[in-house]
Antibody
Framework: EVQLVESGGGLVQPGGSLRLSCAASGFTFSSYWMHWVRQAPGKGLVWVSRINSDGSSTSYADSVKGRFTISRDNAKNTLYLQMNSLRAEDTAVYYC???????????WGQGTLVTVSS | SSELTQDPAVSVALGQTVRITCQGDSLRSYYASWYQQKPGQAPVLVIYGKNNRPSGIPDRFSGSSSGNTASLTITGAQAEDEADYYCNSRDSSGNLVVFGGGTKLTVL
């Protein structure tokens, strides 16, 4: 069974940092591109970042470019999102999602809540 | 602002057919995918590609596309279909991913 389990969310002050993790199981993690998508309370889905299967290529939404870094450890079957210089508008549930070849986000984690507030 | 535009809310009578649309220039070049999200839950993929349903998605869900508009059609809407629906595709450059703003579907 495919499972994606996010962790690392919590309350952080503006300007602070946080690292999210997404533990994958039930599939060959190293074969899949992975993404982070976020959802502010009561709002819609917003794509954040993606990384290719071996970690050599990444992309970011303009709103997080230069502040967030996506990475992965295929030996540990884990995806990461390092978030620096956090702002109130980064407050959201952060989901990790799997993207197989030629198919969009087919599995999502349950999300982890990040709250940026003083 | 999103490069994919959806109506904020749509309603349908139980058992009737409803179409949810998604507009954007990138849809002239790329297919849209559709996700269903119920309160407190993660999104679930319901339609992708030309008109493909993942395993477990009822066949009352279908997708289509014309020009810059993609559509999700639910034929014979059920009470359990009440949810938020999001379209997703690439941005106009083709390099990044975008989601529509979402459509809240109410089944009356």
């Amino acid at each position: 069974e495919v499972q994606l389990v996010e962790s690392g969310g919590g309350l952080v002050q503006p300007g602070g940092s946080l690292r999210l993790s997404c533990a994958a199981s039930g599939f060959t993690f190293s074969s899949y591109w992975m993404h982070w998508v976020r959802q502010a309370p009561g709002k819609g889905l917003v794509w954040v970042s993606r990384i290719n299967s071996d970690g050599s290529s990444t992309s970011y939404a303009d709103s997080v470019k230069g502040r967030f870094t996506i990475s992965r450890d295929n030996a540990k079957n884990t995806l990461y999102l390092q978030m620096n210089s956090l702002r109130a508008e980064d407050t959201a549930v952060y989901y990790c999602a799997r993207v197989p070849p030629a198919v969009p986000f087919d599995y999502w984690g349950q999300g982890t809540l990040v709250t940026v507030s003083s | 602002s999103s490069e994919l535009t959806q109506d904020p809310a749509v309603s349908v009578a139980l058992g009737q057919t409803v179409r949810i649309t998604c507009q954007g220039d990138s849809l002239r070049s790329y297919y849209a995918s559709w996700y269903q999200q119920k309160p407190g839950q993660a999104p679930v993929l319901v339609i992708y590609g030309k008109n493909n349903r993942p395993s477990g998605i009822p066949d009352r869900f279908s997708g289509s596309s014309s020009g810059n508009t993609a559509s999700l059609t639910i034929t014979g809407a059920q009470a359990e279909d009440e949810a938020d629906y999001y379209c997703n595709s690439r941005d106009s450059s083709g390099n990044l991913v975008v989601f529509g703003g979402g459509t809240k579907l109410t089944v009356l």
